[in-house]
């Protein structure tokens, strides 16, 4: 017969509490420690090394997962970066301007946003939603050209709606 405790427990276990209790006993060792040793004076250079060393532990701990989400991260990231210093390399050698500004000062928030997605579109694509327990999306690549073709399709029709004619002034 299970009894409610048993239940209970394995609840916790499944919810994750015992790496949120190997987290806060390693927090706390290290912290007790940094503090009684007076290493180093700032008590948040002791707090900052204390979280480090909290997750460096939870992260040994669930090694399997979280090596596999921060190999894709990585990569992924570094493939983005390397297409942005690409297209902003390619903006700047076109001399691309905004009256006398560069593009990206005439339009900062459009690029912030831009890159604001590219880095949760990094994220979800490297397994975050796993790592923080939300179910993945599925798309399949019918989907994903159908958003690629909705979104050049606004974008262009958002260029032609805003596009001024010669001698206007905005």
Request: net charge neutral; charged share 10%.
């Amino acid at each position: 017969m299970v009894t409610p405790i048993d239940l209970f427990i394995v609840s916790l276990r499944d919810a994750g509490v015992t790496l949120i209790l190997l987290w806060a006993l390693t927090l706390s060792i290290v912290w007790g420690l940094l503090h009684h040793a007076s290493i180093p004076k700032s008590v948040s250079a002791r707090g900052v090394i204390s979280l480090a060393a909290a997750f460096l532990v939870l992260l040994a701990a669930a090694a399997s997962p979280a090596v596999a989400f921060l190999q894709n991260l990585i990569v992924a990231t570094v493939l983005i970066a390397f297409g942005l210093i690409m297209a902003v390399l390619f903006l700047e050698l076109t001399g691309t301007k905004v009256g006398e500004d560069s593009v990206f000062k005439a339009h900062p928030k459009f690029f912030g946003a831009a890159i604001l997605i590219i880095l949760v579109a990094v994220f979800v694509g490297a397994g975050g939603l796993n790592v923080i327990g939300l179910p993945a999306i599925e798309l399949s690549t019918t989907v994903l050209a159908l958003l690629l073709f909705v979104g050049v399709m606004v974008a262009a029709v958002y260029v032609m709606m805003h596009e001024s004619k010669p001698g206007d002034k905005k």
